[in-house]
């Protein structure tokens, strides 16, 4: 079943749907209090990194309110006890076993709710596969996001680290264990939002207000969609190249560049082969196989992409291959540089995808402002994902005894490459929007020849 977000505020409510949405207000302002009342204790107790998330999630519950000026338009009350189980466990219990279990359990929660509201009080609309794969995309983005936070506050507020008693492998074991953890309950809180969430009927505090598509608005939805894609025969470039508008090159100058660098990642590979590096072998590879990608979009998909973003992709992967060939061990801000770049090409990708997919088809619409949202929220999550695989791969190359490919140095490392994700997701969110849109747009188009 699909939803669509309607505008404006229904009048006609039966009063049984009045009294839920009341009684759904007062029970979720209840939780928010004891919320505040549990993140005062902390502060009190200088637990800084439970004030700190039960703060954060009082002000994702609290958006729809501030944003509609309403009281009433709060997430379900039932969604807000999950929130407020862990906080008061780490209360209670303080740190122990079973709150390092809550802390996923919160993670989730809070996402379970950001993604409720997007769902309930915005333009959004998606299908229960989407929304599922949206919950555990933005677990991940909290859960990221979060340890940031407590690495970041430890160094500048002297707060406890996530690194207290450990050695940096072990800290960073630690925290890719919980990001495990943290996608296991994104899955089930995904779960719970696909049965409970999309299927629940619309209240009163909605606003907008949520209710099934019926094939008539479905009908309605897709001819409006389809005038709503540009003609890719009648829409102009509008937006003028970066580079061709700053450093007045042309289109031949940036294709030369982009061959340059791939003949330059062709040496690195043949010097993996000579030197028997598996670690250059497969950066380089792998490097060369994603340059590829733009001349099989453009002749299997007939998606013409401009030099500068062909150059972008290029330009990623070779530095990306150049650290994994030694400039990683030799200039310590490489990797904090090629993260940055690489994000960005994760971010532009993740937007050009979706917003394709957002202008092709009616089940799923994502308002052009929620897009920066989605960005950020994709992009973190791929950094998650990312640490994973390569934690991953460490840890089956020592099971095995073989050479690590990918590795990770320990959690200041990890942590570093988390923080330039979210620098190249700005970059792309804040510049993207404008640059990519139109690549997205004619994409669409060979959809539909």
């Not at 229904?10 to 049984?16: E, G, I, K, S």
């Not at 925290?175 to 049965?195: E, K, N, P, Q, S």
């Not at 003609?231 to 982009?258: C, K």
């Not at 971010?347 to 308002?367: M, S």
């Given at each position: 079943?699909l939803?669509?977000?309607?505008?404006?505020?229904?009048?006609?409510?039966?009063?049984?749907?009045?009294?839920e949405?009341?009684?759904n207000?007062?029970f979720?302002?209840?939780?928010?209090v004891?919320?505040?009342?549990?993140?005062?204790i902390h502060?009190?107790e200088?637990s800084?990194r439970?004030?700190v998330?039960?703060?954060?999630?009082v002000?994702?519950i609290l958006?729809?309110?501030a944003?509609?000026h309403d009281?009433?338009?709060?997430?379900?009350?039932?969604?807000l006890?999950?929130?407020?189980?862990p906080?008061v466990?780490?209360?209670?219990l303080g740190e122990?076993?079973?709150?390092?279990?809550?802390?996923?359990?919160a993670?989730?929660?809070?996402?379970?709710?950001?993604?409720?509201e997007?769902?309930?009080?915005?333009?959004?609309?998606?299908?229960?596969?989407f929304?599922i794969?949206?919950?555990?995309?933005t677990t991940l983005?909290?859960?990221?996001?979060?340890?940031v936070?407590?690495?970041?506050?430890?160094?500048?507020f002297?707060t406890?680290?996530?690194?207290?008693?450990?050695?940096?492998?072990?800290?960073?074991?630690?925290?890719?264990?919980d990001?495990?953890?943290?996608?296991?309950?994104?899955?089930?809180?995904?779960?719970?939002?696909?049965?409970?969430?999309?299927r629940?009927?619309?209240?009163?505090?909605?606003?907008?207000?949520?209710r099934?598509?019926?094939?008539?608005?479905?009908h309605?939805?897709?001819?409006?969609a389809?005038?709503?894609?540009?003609?890719?025969?009648t829409?102009?470039?509008?937006?003028?190249?970066?580079?061709?508008?700053?450093?007045n090159?042309?289109d031949?100058?940036?294709?030369r560049?982009s061959?340059l660098l791939?003949l330059a990642?062709g040496?690195?590979?043949?010097?993996?082969?000579l030197?028997?590096?598996?670690t250059?072998i497969?950066?380089?590879?792998?490097?060369?196989?994603?340059?590829?990608?733009?001349?099989?979009?453009e002749?299997?998909?007939?998606?013409?992409?401009e030099?500068?973003?062909?150059?972008?992709i290029?330009?990623?992967v070779?530095?990306?291959a150049?650290?994994?060939?030694?400039?990683?061990?030799?200039?310590?801000p490489?990797?904090?540089?090629?993260h940055a770049?690489?994000a960005s090409?994760?971010?532009g990708t993740g937007?050009?995808a979706?917003?394709?997919i957002d202008?092709y088809?009616?089940?799923?619409h994502l308002?052009?402002?929620?897009l920066?949202?989605f960005?950020?929220?994709f992009?973190?999550?791929?950094?998650?994902?990312w640490?994973?695989?390569?934690?991953a791969?460490?840890?089956?190359?020592?099971?095995f005894?073989?050479?690590?490919?990918l590795?990770?140095h320990g959690?200041?490392?990890t942590?570093?490459?988390?923080?330039?994700?979210?620098?190249?997701?700005?970059v792309?969110?804040?510049?993207?929007?404008?640059?990519?849109?139109?690549v997205s747009?004619?994409?669409?188009s060979?959809f539909?020849?």
């Amino acid at each position: 079943m699909l939803y669509h977000i309607h505008l404006g505020m229904r009048t006609d409510r039966p009063d049984n749907l009045l009294d839920e949405t009341h009684r759904n207000a007062i029970f979720g302002w209840i939780i928010v209090v004891v919320l505040c009342t549990l993140a005062t204790i902390h502060a009190f107790e200088s637990s800084f990194r439970w004030f700190v998330f039960t703060g954060l999630a009082v002000a994702i519950i609290l958006l729809p309110v501030a944003s509609h000026h309403d009281p009433r338009v709060m997430p379900p009350w039932t969604l807000l006890v999950l929130v407020a189980i862990p906080v008061v466990d780490a209360t209670i219990l303080g740190e122990t076993f079973l709150t390092s279990i809550a802390v996923y359990i919160a993670v989730a929660a809070v996402a379970l709710v950001a993604v409720t509201e997007i769902h309930r009080f915005t333009a959004v609309r998606m299908t229960h596969s989407f929304a599922i794969a949206l919950v555990v995309i933005t677990t991940l983005a909290v859960a990221a996001t979060w340890n940031v936070a407590q690495w970041t506050s430890a160094l500048a507020f002297g707060t406890p680290s996530i690194d207290a008693g450990r050695s940096a492998n072990a800290a960073n074991h630690a925290m890719m264990m919980d990001f495990v953890y943290a996608t296991i309950a994104g899955f089930l809180a995904g779960i719970v939002f696909d049965r409970y969430a999309m299927r629940s009927p619309p209240s009163d505090n909605e606003s907008p207000l949520s209710r099934p598509v019926d094939s008539d608005d479905d009908h309605s939805l897709s001819e409006s969609a389809s005038q709503n894609v540009p003609d890719s025969t009648t829409e102009s470039d509008t937006v003028p190249p970066f580079l061709r508008s700053r450093l007045n090159a042309s289109d031949q100058t940036i294709r030369r560049l982009s061959r340059l660098l791939q003949l330059a990642l062709g040496f690195l590979f043949l010097y993996g082969l000579l030197t028997r590096d598996a670690t250059t072998i497969t950066n380089a590879g792998i490097a060369l196989a994603i340059t590829g990608l733009p001349a099989l979009l453009e002749r299997d998909l007939r998606l013409p992409l401009e030099p500068e973003l062909v150059l972008w992709i290029t330009g990623a992967v070779f530095l990306h291959a150049l650290g994994s060939a030694g400039l990683y061990g030799f200039l310590g801000p490489w990797d904090s540089l090629t993260h940055a770049v690489s994000a960005s090409i994760v971010a532009g990708t993740g937007y050009t995808a979706v917003r394709a997919i957002d202008l092709y088809t009616d089940e799923i619409h994502l308002p052009p402002r929620m897009l920066f949202v989605f960005i950020l929220l994709f992009v973190l999550a791929f950094g998650v994902i990312w640490e994973l695989m390569e934690f991953a791969l460490g840890f089956f190359a020592q099971w095995f005894g073989s050479e690590v490919v990918l590795a990770q140095h320990g959690i200041t490392d990890t942590i570093g490459d988390l923080f330039y994700d979210l620098v190249g997701a700005l970059v792309v969110a804040i510049w993207g929007s404008v640059y990519l849109t139109d690549v997205s747009h004619r994409l669409v188009s060979r959809f539909d020849e």
